[in-house]
């Protein structure tokens, strides 16, 4: 349990990193607002207006931690149909209406509401809101703009496009279909560059930038006229008196029409969906470990929906790749969440004319990319390696969102799914005998170990999963749990992928999460998250080794060490240390190991972000388990970078007589005095006279890496001597 | 509290194939509590039952068992109760059904009826056997209700008899009870100690009624106590089987309404999946 803090201290000593934070995030909700408002057909300064109230709202009354809210990429398709057939006023009535029922949702406790769906349906939804996004802005990033009714024929003129495109006569087009296609790259190709400087501003932002100063040029450099179409500029981004002078009562005339309450239904459904999937995923990311209080953030949302409505912004729901920059830079609280949306009110008050000199083309090829994320063949493949049957789920509820709409999409997603569960266990009395029985029990074993053991009884499935949940929700992380299934006929692959977060979470806050009695339950593919019944369907995969993995057996050899070459989903001597604290370990593969030492060294991949600021990175790292304890601290190269970071509240921690070390190397820990004093003569000459390496302590083990990607097998060498003589140093030091 | 013995033991016999079996544990059970058996065949009396009936029990004659034919014609329901009020019979044994194929047991029709209308206590048993399997562990109720500290000294006075050594007293806490609820650490942090708090308090209670029990009965008995925060009826049931207990014992609901059976809810659970023997005590 945590204990109880000196909150406004602080708050106040983190104030400056989450001012930092809450900056860049800024930079992606400026270009990310404004496309994904024109995405939905609304004027460009609704996203904004949304990003800004939400913020404002949320960080002061929501319930979440790091989290930032703005309008989000799934409720595009919803809006879209929305304003075109409810008219851009009605539309927004039907915003402030979805807000309510949002903080109804939020009152009556629904935040479990996303638990009801499969995993599967709600995938093929976002991959058809994907879909949706894409087919309709590829058009525009191509500068050909086309009307159509049906999603899906967006999709299939794709290709006429991209050949009238090659084809273009006119300066204009060419130069706005160039402007999306040179954004595109840069949204495709920003995370395989790991360039510090380059990496400072997000992507996004580099493309109004770099847009910005194209159209400068022209008019300053060369005196001539933005050669990009008129057509394709943005249009209409008022200066914030206008914005106030436009405040204007909403019209309530003809809500009463079917497609005003369909409109309003789907967007809460979609809000919240997409706002607990996010708080979900961010909770996971959050360094300081803390939950998130969902329901009392859907209040906060809501209420903010409905100011946003009143406001002319759109929907405000908790976004993901936004939280994920939050994270990454430095957030702590929500406070970072109100400064993203005060530094979109300074862009708008002054840079508000600089925004209409973004080509359209730029701002779609961001969104074109978003919906390329969300519908990215990952997903499918995927879904096919946990089984056949979520294919066909996910493309069900595909093609029925596309062809007919949301609602109905999720619908036969759970419907498919039930009836696909109900084919696997040839029994459909399964489920309708057991659903309403109260199948889980938890208690605290009476004995030494306290460990909290919970049985499941008949099926656990989407359908049951929230009663699981529920237990599982009274449990604090750091404790032990056992989960015991071997009382299931039937579990289901939305409850394993819940199951191995909850694994995740606990891992990552000192507790242990087991499960057991999935022995007797087969699945039908190797993937962890495939649904478990009794079955068998022997399966076995013989992989070959790359020339990397023979040069390291070789390599093994050699040195007498042993090689692995086998993934290790769960390397769980990783989880204290302060640099996975924000990322996520997806492996460890290609261990080479020193039969009697405590140093291994492996091939690691791990994520940083998440959806669209997300970046895979694999690395070669250095495991020393000092078998002693020593103080916490993290130690790396000075740069500029690090400058920048000292002003956002970082210290740097001098060593004493060392004016070198402290001049190159960059100190960070919390316990500075036992850092000072761990840091001796012997250390300190060591670090000075070696290659630079990122180490890092974690009080009894170290970790050590050099640049963020894989190691060559001469690299490897190199890091494994390093990490010996280190090793070496700190045994005789202490 | 005075304690109910079990003098006089009712089993419904039909000639089915598990007749051996099912008298096999009503005599045993007859045997244990030194009382006596009343086997009541809802039918047409006639020499050759009889004989079946006397021959299978021949075996426990050296046991000194007391045992007594009942013929009646009739709906079996009414027959049967009407026959263990005759009598005065303290325990009516009832047999399970099992689920096809899979290991699962609910109590049929006939016998739910007469458990939901028997002045006296029930037992149902989900595996007869002609074999003896011991009865090691015995899970019982300690819910906070009147009738509880009887069944707790039933339920050891049971445990004697049938010379178990374990007792498990199980303390069902509605989760109402908790009145905060979990959203985040803080609040999970003030569920944490209520409900620490609650188990205590409830531990105390039981502890409490524990004392009261004679020595000769509580003696060689190893005792414990789970409190456990779940649905009143089922989640002791769910307990008991994966403590993999030999018999659970609870009280007599209070009163059933035709809305008891639509929501189920307490002895409903437990009827309609038998987790092991259960004994219910009027």
């Not at chain 1, 999709?155 to 009238?164: H, Q, V």
């Not at chain 1, 600089?354 to 995927?382: C, E, F, H, N, W």
């Not at chain 2, 989900?126 to 819910?143: A, E, F």
């Amino acid at each position: 349990m945590i204990p109880k803090k000196n909150n406004t201290k602080d708050f106040i000593k983190c104030l400056p990193k989450n001012i930092f934070s809450g900056f860049v995030v800024s930079l992606i909700a400026l270009p990310l607002g404004l496309g994904l408002a024109m995405a939905s057909d609304a004027p460009p300064i609704a996203g904004i207006i949304a990003a800004i109230v939400g913020g404002i709202v949320v960080s002061i009354l929501g319930g979440s931690h790091v989290t930032i809210v703005g309008p989000g990429n799934g409720l595009v398709g919803v809006l879209l149909v929305a304003v075109s057939s409810l008219g851009l006023e009605s539309a927004y009535v039907a915003i402030m209406c979805s807000g309510v029922l949002l903080l109804l949702l939020g009152f009556f406790r629904m935040g479990t509401l996303a638990d009801f769906f499969p995993s599967s349906a709600i995938q093929g939804m976002l991959a058809a809101i994907g879909l949706i996004i894409l087919g309709k802005q590829f058009h525009i990033m191509l500068a050909h703009k086309i009307k159509r009714n049906d999603t899906i024929d967006y999709l299939i003129e794709i290709p006429y496009t991209i050949n009238d495109a090659i084809h273009y006569g006119n300066k204009g087009l060419i130069f706005a279909a160039l402007a999306g296609i040179i954004s595109l790259s840069i949204m495709l190709f920003y995370s395989k560059i790991r360039n510090k400087y380059l990496q400072l501003i997000p992507a996004p932002m580099w493309i109004v930038i770099l847009s910005i100063g194209f159209s400068y040029y022209f008019e300053f450099g060369l005196h001539e006229a933005n050669p990009i179409a008129k057509e394709y500029m943005i249009s209409g981004v008022p200066a914030i008196q206008q914005i106030i002078a436009d405040l204007s009562f909403p019209s309530f005339n003809g809500i009463w029409s079917f497609s005003f309450l369909g409109s309003v239904l789907a967007l809460t459904l979609i809000s919240s969906i997409e706002t607990l999937l996010s708080i979900k995923a961010v909770d996971k990311l959050d360094p300081e470990k803390r939950r998130s209080n969902v329901n009392r953030d859907l209040k906060a949302l809501g209420l903010a929906t409905v100011g946003s409505g009143l406001l002319g912004g759109l929907n405000v729901v908790t976004v993901i790749a936004r939280s994920s920059v939050n994270v990454n830079n430095g957030a702590t609280n929500r406070s970072s969440n109100f400064f993203h949306a005060l530094f979109l009110v300074i862009f708008i008050v002054f840079f508000s004319t600089q925004l209409t000199r973004i080509p359209l083309p730029a701002l779609m090829a961001i969104l074109v990319y978003t919906g390329y994320k969300l519908a990215s063949p990952d997903i499918i493949t995927k879904m096919f390696s946990i089984g056949k049957e979520q294919l066909f789920i996910f493309f069900i509820t595909l093609l029925v969102t596309l062809k007919i709409g949301l609602i109905t999409g999720i619908l036969a997603g759970v419907i498919a799914t039930l009836i696909i569960h109900i084919i696997i266990n040839k029994s459909a009395g399964l489920f309708l005998r057991n659903v309403l029985k109260p199948n889980v029990l938890m208690f605290k074993e009476y004995d030494d170990t306290h460990t909290f053991y919970v049985s499941v009884k008949h099926f656990c499935s989407f359908l049951n999963y929230f009663r699981l949940k529920k237990q599982l929700d009274t449990v604090p992380e750091d404790q032990d749990v056992i989960v015991d299934f071997s009382l299931c006929e039937f579990v289901d692959d939305t409850v394993m992928e819940n199951i191995h977060n909850y694994q995740e979470l606990f891992a990552k806050r000192g507790g242990h999460f087991d499960v057991i009695g999935l022995d007797k339950l087969d699945t039908a593919s190797e993937h962890p998250f495939a649904l478990r019944r009794i079955l068998t369907v022997p399966k076995i995969i013989k992989k070959n080794l790359t020339r990397r993995q023979t040069s390291m057996e070789v390599l093994a050899e050699d040195y007498n060490l042993t090689y692995n070459s086998k993934k290790d989903k769960a390397p769980s001597f990783l989880n204290n240390f302060l640099f996975f604290n924000t990322k996520k370990i997806n492996h460890i593969y290609n261990e080479l190991s020193h039969k009697n030492s405590d140093i291994s060294l492996f091939d690691i991949e791990f994520s940083e972000g998440e959806f669209i600021a997300k970046e895979v990175i694999r690395t070669t790292m250095l495991h020393i388990d000092l078998k002693q304890s020593i103080p916490e601290f993290t130690l790396d190269r000075e740069g500029f970078l690090e400058k920048v970071y000292a002003f956002a509240g970082f210290k740097d921690i001098p060593i004493e007589n060392h004016s070198d070390f402290s001049n190159r190397f960059y100190l960070l820990g919390e316990n500075e005095t036992g850092i000072a004093k761990f840091f001796n003569d012997d250390i300190t000459r060591f670090f000075e006279s070696n290659p630079y390496y990122h180490v890092e302590s974690n009080g009894n083990a170290l970790l050590i890496f050099g640049r963020e990607r894989l190691a060559s097998v001469k690299e490897i060498k190199a890091l494994f001597d390093f990490g010996k003589r280190l090793n070496e140093v700190i045994k005789t030091s202490l | 509290m005075s304690l109910k013995h079990f003098d006089s033991i009712g089993i419904g016999v039909a000639f089915s194939p598990n007749l051996k079996a099912n008298l096999f544990e009503a005599a045993r059970l007859s045997v244990f509590f030194k009382a006596k058996l009343f086997l009541i065949h809802v039918g047409e009396a006639s020499e050759e039952k009889a004989k079946t009936l006397h021959s299978t029990l021949k075996i426990f004659e050296k046991d000194n068992i007391d045992y007594e034919l009942v013929f009646k014609t009739g709906n079996p329901v009414d027959v049967i109760l009407s026959i263990s009020e005759e009598n005065n019979i303290d325990l009516l044994i009832l047999g399970a059904v099992q689920r096809e194929r899979i290991l699962k047991y609910y109590v049929g029709s006939i016998a739910r009826k007469i458990t939901r209308q028997a002045k006296c206590s029930v037992l149902l048993l989900i595996k007869p056997s002609i074999d003896r399997i011991p009865c090691d562990h015995i899970v019982v109720n300690g819910l906070k209700d009147p009738k509880t500290e009887q069944t707790i000294l039933s339920a050891f006075y049971v445990a004697k008899k049938l010379k178990a050594n374990t007792v498990t007293i199980v303390e069902e806490i509605n989760q109402d009870e908790v009145s905060v609820k979990v959203n985040d650490d803080k609040s999970l942090r003030k569920v944490t100690i209520l409900k620490e708090r609650i188990e205590h308090r409830e531990n105390s209670r039981v502890k409490d009624v524990i004392s009261h029990i004679p020595e000769k009965y509580a003696k060689d008995i190893a005792i414990k106590l789970q409190p456990i925060f779940g649905k009143k009826g089922y989640s002791i049931g769910h307990y008991a089987q994966i403590s993999r207990a030999d018999l659970l014992i609870m009280n007599a609901p209070s009163k059933m309404t035709f809305w008891d059976r639509l929501f189920p809810h307490d002895i409903e659970h437990i009827l309609t999946e038998l987790p092991t023997d259960v004994l219910i005590l009027q």
